[in-house]
């Protein structure tokens, strides 16, 4: 069965250090997302993308956040300059079928900033 | 702005009983997504609901869709220990964001 996968599962970086995060999607699939969840909480809509270009993206998703898709079949998400807030779980989805919108996600990346 | 509310947050409860778990959202929307997620791990798409009054079933866990009162249900029936996870429901707002709820986190126990 088709899956999202994402790169690495657990990183840990220094505050102030550049992250990239990877994630390929489920191959025929069209739109793209990140989610992050701090421990224990929330999970939280940061940024979509379709076409090449972001379709929306939340108030977290700052200048300190960048996402690309640089060869068609990566989607990466980039944090320019990490801070300790940080820390969390980032969960890449896609999204293909636009009659039911069912978001299928990766394993997840765990951050942790130090 | 779209927020989705779910209640309770924390439910424990015994093996064998029935209990309902709500999901409330503020603003308009005809596309609900419910997800399973264990300690650590991703999440996992349990229902899509696309419209008023929609109801899916799997196994001891259905759900129902009210596009009028803004409201899903996820009902749990003869609860077994397997069934220990925390729960999200998701709003679709639009095409390419989709706003999750605080999520219940439910202990069955034996």
């Known amino acids: 069965e088709p899956e999202v996968t994402q790169t690495p599962s657990h990183q840990v970086t220094q505050m102030g250090q550049e992250v990239i995060l990877r994630c390929v999607p489920i191959?025929?699939?069209?739109?793209f997302y990140w989610y992050r969840q701090i421990l224990g909480q929330k999970v939280e809509f940061l940024v979509s993308f379709y076409n090449n270009e972001i379709s929306e993206k939340s108030e977290i998703f700052d200048d300190q956040f960048s996402v690309e898709r640089p060869d068609g079949s990566n989607f990466t998400l980039k944090i320019r300059s990490t801070k300790l807030e940080d820390s969390a779980m980032y969960f890449c989805?896609?999204?293909?079928?636009?009659?039911?919108?069912?978001?299928?996600f990766g394993e997840g990346s765990r951050l942790t900033v130090l | 702005e779209l927020k989705v509310e779910q209640n309770p947050l924390f439910l424990s409860m015994q093996e064998g009983k029935n209990y309902t778990i709500y999901c409330n959202y503020s603003?308009?929307?005809?596309?609900l997504y419910w997800y399973r997620q264990d300690p650590g791990k991703s999440l996992e798409s349990l229902f899509v609901l696309l419209s008023n009054g929609a109801v899916k079933q799997e196994g001891r866990l259905m759900a129902s869709l009210d596009t009028k009162a803004r409201l899903s249900t996820l009902h749990i029936t003869a609860a077994v220990h397997d069934l220990s996870a925390t729960y999200f429901c998701a709003v679709a707002s639009g095409t390419y964001k989709y706003i999750f709820g605080t999520g219940t986190r439910l202990k069955v126990l034996a």
């Open positions: 603003t308009t929307s005809d596309r």
């Open positions: 989805a896609s999204m293909g079928y636009l009659n039911t919108g069912e978001l299928f």
């Open positions: 191959s025929n699939h069209l739109y």
